[in-house]
T-cell receptor, first 112, second 111 residues
Framework: EDQVTQSPEALRLQEGESSSLNCSYTVSGLRGLFWYRQDPGKGPEFLFTLYSAGEEKEKERLKATLTKKESFLHITAPKPEDSATYLCAVHPFNFGNEKLTFGTGTRLTIIP | DAGVTQSPTHLIKTRGQQVTLRCSPKSGHDTVSWYQQALGQGPQFIFQYYEEEERQRGNFPDRFSGHQFPNYSSELNVNALLLGDSALYLC??????????FGPGTRLTVT
């Protein structure tokens, strides 16, 4: 059974204080790992897809990295508008398995 | 280019009733998945539709059913509603093996 564990559950940072969110996963072969941002009451907004260990992707203040067991979402000099829940999901490599398995998310709050 | 759209935005139903939720995929996308998200949890996969057929189903009872139309839009039907069905229902679309994009969701409240 595919599993995704995100930590911490919640994180409060001062504006400008950099940090990292963790996503640990167990999957029988990884087709892709996804990061989404979700605002309260809204649908998840796609951020990144990572496919293989060692891969990195960046977008504004966010940088996602991938190893064989976990992924990190690094946030540099965050602003209050970066406050949201960040979700990690894995897409396994099994033929015919199309579902994404999500973690429960990290709720990030940036204090001005 | 419109993204994934869902209707209605909010819905309040009574236990035992039936509900239909609708989804229009992002332009160019042919695959639609439905997810249920309870408060404070990650989305849980319900099923996926491709070429008007259910391709895969998650651990949800038969009360949950769906349909995909020739224009790739989709419906999610839930019969005999339970209080535990209260959640945010999300539709996601993609083209082939590319990223899934989610809609804004439908908030269903069962009383």
């Amino acid at each position: 059974e595919d599993q995704v564990t995100q930590s911490p559950e919640a994180l409060r940072l001062q504006e400008g204080e950099s940090s990292s969110l963790n996503c640990s996963y167990t999957v029988s072969g990884l087709r892709g790992l996804f990061w989404y941002r979700q605002d309260p009451g809204k649908g998840p907004e796609f951020l990144f897809t990572l496919y293989s260990a060692g891969e990195e992707k960046e977008k504004e203040r966010l940088k996602a990295t991938l190893t064989k067991k976990e992924s990190f979402l690094h946030i540099t000099a965050p602003k209050p508008e970066d406050s949201a829940t960040y979700l990690c999901a894995v897409h396994p490599f099994n033929f015919g398995n199309e579902k994404l398995t999500f973690g429960t998310g990290t709720r990030l709050t940036i204090i001005p | 280019d419109a993204g994934v759209t869902q209707s209605p935005t909010h819905l309040i139903k009574t236990r035992g009733q039936q509900v239909t939720l609708r989804c229009s995929p992002k332009s160019g996308h042919d695959t639609v998945s439905w997810y249920q998200q309870a408060l404070g949890q990650g989305p849980q996969f319900i099923f996926q539709y491709y070429e008007e057929e259910e391709r895969q189903r998650g651990n949800f009872p038969d009360r949950f059913s769906g349909h995909q139309f020739p224009n790739y839009s989709s419906e999610l039907n839930v019969n005999a509603l339970l209080l535990g069905d209260s959640a945010l229902y999300l539709c996601a679309s993609r083209y082939r093996d590319y990223e899934q994009y989610f809609g804004p969701g439908t908030r269903l409240t069962v009383t």
